[in-house]
């Protein structure tokens, strides 16, 4: 158990200070990998065209999964359509991609002879939003649990007592079901950055980076480097600057949500 | 009334591909190339075109091999994810480590893994497909879980009467956390089942492919040929569908449960 989960990370350091192709022998190089890293534009886009769409996605995601758990919550459908939700994310991806690709897939696809479909095989910012939405597809049930989980730990008397004292339901939601919604609030942000920072399914099923290297994310840079270009040494590098990330952003958003919460 | 709009909004889209997917794996292939989709024709000339070759090499073969993979996976992962749990349990301080394990999927450590496997020896083996997802922090976490709610003075009793670990965990443990097996169970296999990449740059060869990889290729060799591409997908994933739908109050409780903790 700890060779496969502990050791690789050991090993990815041991990596990233080599200049290897998986098949010759490995070249001790120090730390130029991470210097390449600085000065390659390609890491850089990529990094931020990943920070594009998380923006892209958290919000809604939170939002949608709030929104929903409020709306779910006490209603006889609750259950159907909380097991709906989260159906996208158990089923098979490529079965799941192929779905999508001929459904939204611009001039030819289904959809496309009802309603005009945005080129996001062309544009870079339908691409984008393409992903995104496939993305929340798959995510959104488990958002919705997770609010809902904590949705149900507020006492029924709370609410209740407000509303004696003439809080509208508008404020008690905004002073009382908002506030303590806001672990669970927290909970998603960060397992959400967490994901996005990592994500590369979809990409890679869908747009394979494209159009023009517009949807080329970390997690999908990171297996161009590594496996069709054949740079492991310098994928392992950017494999360390990606958990590196992941953990920085993480714990700020830990913090900085946390902060706010005075206790 | 704005409410229940809503929900069915979202629910419709959602659920949209699905009807897509059960509806596209029916459609006549000429009428796909006609691009005539609602014609509300139907044939398995789809499923057909699935069943030609090799078996071993096509689809149904791919099938079978990813739920026996998919499956040995799953018990593998819940027999030491069972086990770890309750060593963290009775007190072994591996929580955190395994906190931090869960936020890090197996597909991110594709290099060193890669390097990894490469040392051992079992790069493009059935092991290379195994042995990295023996143990699972997302499904330690869940059973750990589902353990604390456990009473201590029933583990108590039990060793009173002088139960030692093995009667603990195969007679009361194993019982009562069957819930949260069976929900384990159906979410480890659905991870496998959807690893993407992995099993992709692992394990390459012909005997080796997993379903999704025989999907994505069929995707990238034939992207308009979408009739039996429509059918390989509905075949893949009404396995899942059909496991979910028999446990799904149970997955949802004991995630609903899980997250609460």
């Known amino acids: ?263 | 009334m704005i409410r229940h709009l809503f929900v069915f909004t979202v629910a419709f889209l959602v659920g949209l591909p699905f009807l897509w997917m059960a509806y596209a794996a029916f459609i006549p292939p000429e009428r796909v190339f006609a691009g005539e989709f609602f014609s509300l024709q139907f044939s398995l000339a789809n499923f057909a075109v699935l069943s030609r070759g090799v078996f071993w090499e096509g689809f149904w073969g791919r099938l079978l091999f990813s739920v026996l993979l998919s499956g040995s996976v799953t018990l593998l992962q819940l027999f030491t994810a069972f086990l770890a749990a309750y060593a963290i349990r009775e007190g072994a301080r591996l929580l955190p480590f395994f906190l931090v394990m869960l936020a890090i999927p197996a597909e991110l450590l594709l290099v060193p893994l890669y390097g990894l496997l490469q040392g051992l020896g079992i790069l493009d083996t059935v092991w290379a497909l195994v042995l990295p997802f023996a143990a699972s922090p997302f499904i330690v976490y869940l059973l750990y879980q589902g353990m604390k709610t456990v009473p201590a003075e029933l583990l108590e009793a039990a060793r009173l009467d002088g139960a030692g670990n093995r009667v603990i965990l195969s007679a009361i443990l194993l019982p009562l956390l069957r819930p949260q097996l069976i929900a384990a169970g159906v979410l480890s296999f659905a991870a496998h089942w959807n690893l993407v990449l992995y099993p992709r740059i692992v394990a390459g060869s012909e005997q080796l492919k997993t379903v999704q990889t025989w999907i994505t290729d069929l995707q990238r060799q034939n992207p308009a040929d979408w009739g039996p591409l429509s059918a390989a997908a509905l075949a893949a994933t009404l396995p899942l569908i059909v496991i979910y739908l028999i446990y799904e109050r149970r997955i949802v409780e004991t995630f609903e449960e899980g997250l609460k903790g």
């Open chain 1, 1 to 263: 158990m700890v060779l496969f989960l502990l050791y690789p990370f050991l090993d990815v350091l041991r990596f990233s200070t080599w200049d290897w192709s998986g098949l010759s022998e490995p070249k001790p190089v120090g730390l130029q990998n991470y210097r390449d890293i600085l000065t390659d534009p390609d890491f850089g886009r990529s990094l931020l065209t990943t920070l594009g769409l998380a923006l892209l996605t958290l919000p809604p995601f939170i939002v949608l999964s709030v929104l929903l758990a409020l709306a779910l919550d006490g209603q006889r459908y609750e259950r159907a359509i909380k097991a709906l939700l989260f159906l996208p994310g158990l089923v098979t991806l490529g079965g799941a991609s192929v779905a999508w690709y001929t459904l939204f897939s611009p001039e030819y696809g289904a959809l496309a002879s009802l309603i005009p479909i945005p080129r996001w095989d062309q544009e870079v910012f339908w691409a984008l939003v393409l992903i995104a939405l496939f993305t929340l597809w798959r995510h959104m049930g488990y958002g919705v649990l997770v609010v809902s989980a904590r949705l149900k730990g507020i006492p029924r008397t709370l609410l209740e007592a407000a509303a004696v004292d003439g809080a509208s339901p508008a404020e008690a939601f905004r002073y009382i079901t908002l506030p303590l919604l806001r672990p669970a609030i927290t909970f998603l942000v960060v397992i959400g950055t967490v994901l996005s920072l990592q994500s590369y399914s979809a990409v890679f099923l869908l747009t394979r980076g494209g159009p023009f290297g517009g949807t080329r994310v970390l997690g999908y840079y990171l297996y161009e480097t590594g496996f069709e270009n054949f740079r492991l040494g310098y994928a392992a590098a950017v494999t360390v600057v990606i958990l590196l990330l992941t953990l920085f952003f993480a714990l700020a958003q830990a913090r900085l949500l946390r902060g706010g919460e005075h206790e």
